[in-house]
C-alpha cells in the first residue's frame, strides 16, 4: 500500500509512543522506509535505540549544522509525507503557532512551508484534547490541509488508534486520488438468516474482500459508505445489517446519494421463516422451507439505472471459462461496469484468486485480498 514511500515519522512525549515501534515495522511491511525524529520527552518515554531498530535508519534526536529538517522535509527533502505519531497537545499548539522547539516541530514547519503532506495522530487525555485551545489548534492546522487521524476515546484518554487506520491514513494523504469527490458504497462479509432465536443460515465470507475494497476506494479520495455486518472503521460510514432484507434496504437508502456500488457480499440466496421459540433438539426430523431472496444488484439497478455498479459471482467448480462466462452472464444482465469472479473456496481466506471479467475480456488477479481490493478500485476509478 505504500511501496517506495519515504516517511519521516515525528514521535513526541505521549505514553503512546512506545506503539510507535510497532507502527514503524507496519509502514516498513507495507513498502514504507521510515526514520524517525523525536522530542526530549519522547526519549524520556522511548530509546532512540528503540526506533533505531525499529526503522533501520539512524534516529534525529536534535538538530545540528547538517540541518537535520531540511534534509528530512524541505524542498527536495528525503520524505514524501511528514507523519506526527503520537502528537501531544503541546506538539500540536506549538505546529500551530510555528514555534520550533524540538526536532519534531521544527521539521514540522519546514514541511508545512515545503508544501508537504502531514498527517498528525493525537493522543493525549481527554481532557486536553476537548481543551478550547487545543480545539482551536487543530482547527487552524487542518485549514491548512493538514491531515488528522481521529484518536480512539477510551477510559477518559484520547488514544492513538490503531496501525491500520494509521497506514490508511498516510496513503491516502499521499497517493492518487482518482475517486476524489465521488461517493462508493461497498457490500461485504456475509449475511445471515434466523431459524429461531438461536439457530441462523450464514455463509463462510469474512468480509476481507469487501473492506479491502473500501480501503481502497478511500485511500483513492472516495467518501466510503460500507454496508456490513462487521466492525466499525473509522475511515468509513458503516451501517450494520444481519439479513439480506436488511442489506437491500441500507443499500438502497444509500444509492440516491452514490456515485458507484460495489456489491462485494455473499448475500443469503435464501431466507426462512423465523419461528419464534426455539426449535426443540431430538430425533424428530426438521423441515426448513427455503424462499428466495430478492437480488440486490437487480432491485439496486430498477432503483438507479444510471449507477456505475460492480458486482461480485462466486463459483464452486474452479473453472476460470465458467466462472468467465458466469460473470459476463451476471454484468450482460444488470448492466454492471465489470464483475470479480472467483471460487468459493477463498470464502474466509487470506489470499484470493480472482478474474475481472469485462464482455469477453477478463483480467487474474492473485494474491492477497489487499491487492484485490486495490485493483477493483483502480477500474471503478477508471469506470467513473
Not at 481521529?150 to 482518482?178: C, L, Q
Not at 457490500?187 to 429461531?196: C, H, L, M, N, P
Not at 426455539?278 to 430478492?294: A, D, F, H, M, N
Amino acid at each position: 500500500m505504500l511501496d517506495g514511500l519515504h516517511v519521516a515519522l515525528g514521535v513526541s512525549g505521549s505514553i503512546a509512543a512506545v506503539k510507535t515501534v510497532e507502527l514503524a515495522h507496519e509502514l516498513r511491511r507495507q513498502g514504507a522506509e521510515v526514520r524517525a525524529v523525536t522530542t526530549p520527552a519522547a526519549e524520556g518515554i522511548l530509546h532512540p535505540w528503540s526506533l533505531e531498530y525499529a526503522t533501520d535508519n539512524p534516529v534525529v534526536t536534535e538538530i545540528t549544522g547538517r540541518v537535520e529538517h531540511v534534509e528530512l522535509c524541505g524542498v527536495d527533502g528525503w520524505a514524501d509525507v511528514l507523519l506526527l505519531a503520537p502528537a501531544t497537545a503541546n506538539t500540536v499548539g506549538k505546529v500551530a503557532a510555528a514555534v520550533d522547539d524540538t526536532p519534531v516541530t521544527t521539521c514540522a514547519t519546514t514541511a508545512l512551508g515545503a508544501d508537504l503532506p502531514v498527517v498528525i495522530v493525537p493522543a493525549m487525555h481527554e481532557p486536553m484534547y476537548d481543551h478550547p485551545g487545543v480545539i482551536d489548534a487543530i482547527d487552524r492546522v487542518e485549514s491548512w490541509g493538514v491531515s488528522f487521524v481521529d484518536p480512539r476515546i477510551e477510559e477518559g484518554k484520547a488514544k492513538i488508534p490503531t496501525e491500520e487506520t494509521i497506514v490508511t491514513a498516510v496513503a491516502r494523504a499521499t497517493g492518487p486520488d482518482p475517486l476524489d469527490g465521488q461517493r462508493v458504497v461497498v457490500t461485504s462479509g456475509a449475511t445471515t438468516e434466523s431459524v429461531d432465536p438461536v439457530r441462523t443460515l450464514s455463509n463462510r465470507a469474512s468480509g476481507r474482500t469487501g473492506r479491502a475494497v473500501a480501503r481502497a476506494c478511500h485511500t483513492r479520495g472516495a467518501e466510503v459508505v460500507v454496508v456490513h455486518d462487521g466492525p466499525e472503521l473509522p475511515w468509513a460510514t458503516v451501517e450494520r445489517v444481519e439479513t439480506a432484507a436488511e442489506m437491500s434496504d441500507a443499500v438502497l437508502s444509500h444509492a440516491d446519494g452514490a456515485d458507484a456500488l460495489v456489491s462485494a457480499a455473499a448475500i443469503s440466496d435464501y431466507t426462512v421463516q423465523t419461528a419464534q421459540s426455539k426449535l426443540r433438539s431430538g430425533q424428530e426430523t426438521v423441515t426448513l422451507r427455503l424462499r428466495p431472496t430478492s437480488k440486490l444488484l437487480d432491485t439496486v439497478r430498477a432503483e438507479r439505472p444510471d449507477l456505475t455498479m460492480v458486482g461480485f459471482k462466486a463459483e464452486t467448480d474452479g473453472d476460470d471459462t465458467a466462472i468467465h462466462e458466469r460473470a459476463r452472464e451476471l454484468q450482460q444482465r444488470v448492466g454492471l461496469s465489470f464483475v470479480v469472479g472467483n471460487d468459493a473456496g477463498v470464502m474466509g481466506e487470506t489470499d484470493t484468486r480472482a478474474l475481472l471479467v469485462d464482455g469477453d475480456d477478463h483480467e487474474v488477479v492473485e494474491g492477497s485480498k489487499t491487492a484485490l481490493g486495490s485493483r477493483v478500485a483502480d477500474r471503478l476509478a477508471a469506470a467513473l
